[in-house]
T-cell receptor
C-alpha cells in the first residue's frame, strides 16, 4: 500500500536562509508526488507536482522539490526563506494507474521562519 | 473564479443532531473527496466520488454519508454526530486523469458537544 512520511513535525529557519522540508514515500511503481501548503484558516493550496521528467520540479512562491528515486524522497526546498513562508506543508503521493481520488497525505510539517 | 465552496465555515452542534456540510465545485471535475484534518494525523480521506452516482469509502468512513446526485455537488452528511467527529473538514475536487492535484475548499470547522 502506498504511504508517505514527513519525519519532522516542525522546521525552524531564519529568514534568508535556505529551507528543506523532508518527505519520503512508498509506492508500487513510479509515483505521482505533490506538495501543498496550508496557511492559517485556509484550505490546502497546490505548490508543485512531480509526474515524470526532470527530477527537480519548480513550483509556486519560489519553491522547488527534488525527486530522488533511489532514496524514495521528494524534499521541498527554497534557497532563501521568507517570513511569509511560515505555514503547514503537506506532501502527498498517488500510485500511477490508480484512481485520482487515492491521494495519500503525510501528517504535515509546520514551517516557522523567524525574522 | 475556479473554486471549491464549502458551507458552513464554522459549525457547533450537539450530539445526535443530524447535519450536512455542503460542497460545490465549478470546474466540471469528475473526482470529489472529503477529508478530515486532525492534529498529528494529517488529512484522512472519508469518502470519495469518481463521478455522478459513484461513491466509495475512504479510510475513515464510519459515521458519515455522502451523495453525488449532480457533478458539481458532494455533500457530507453526519446522521448522528458524536464528539469524536469534532474536526476540520475539507472538500476537494480533481480532474479524472489524476495527473493534477486536488483543488481544496476553505474548510469547515465542526465542533460536536
Amino acid at each position: 500500500a502506498q504511504s508517505v512520511a514527513q519525519p519532522e513535525d516542525q522546521v525552524n529557519v531564519a529568514e534568508g536562509n535556505p529551507l528543506t522540508v523532508k518527505c519520503t514515500y512508498s509506492v508500487s511503481g513510479n509515483p505521482y508526488l505533490f506538495w501543498y501548503v496550508q496557511y492559517p484558516n485556509r484550505g490546502l493550496q497546490f505548490l508543485l507536482k512531480y509526474i515524470t521528467g526532470d527530477n527537480l520540479v519548480k513550483g509556486s512562491y519560489g519553491f522547488e522539490a527534488e525527486f530522488n528515486k533511489s532514496q524514495t524522497s521528494f524534499h521541498l526546498k527554497k534557497p532563501s526563506a521568507l517570513v511569509s513562508d511560515s505555514a503547514l506543508y503537506f506532501c502527498a503521493v498517488r500510485e500511477p494507474h490508480s484512481s485520482a481520488s487515492k491521494i495519500i497525505f503525510g501528517s504535515g510539517t509546520r514551517l516557522s521562519i523567524r525574522p | 473564479e475556479a473554486q471549491v465552496t464549502q458551507n458552513p465555515r464554522y459549525l457547533i452542534t450537539v450530539t445526535g443532531k443530524k447535519l450536512t456540510v455542503t460542497c460545490s465545485q465549478n470546474m466540471n471535475h469528475e473526482y470529489m473527496s472529503w477529508y478530515r484534518q486532525d492534529p498529528g494525523l494529517g488529512l484522512r480521506q472519508i469518502y470519495y466520488s469518481m463521478n455522478v452516482e459513484v461513491t466509495d469509502k475512504g479510510d475513515v468512513p464510519e459515521g458519515y454519508k455522502v451523495s453525488r446526485k449532480e457533478k458539481r455537488n458532494f455533500p457530507l452528511i453526519l446522521e448522528s454526530p458524536s464528539p469524536n467527529q469534532t474536526s476540520l473538514y475539507f472538500c476537494a475536487s480533481s480532474l479524472s486523469s489524476g495527473n493534477y492535484g486536488y483543488t481544496f475548499g476553505s474548510g469547515t470547522r465542526l465542533t460536536v458537544v
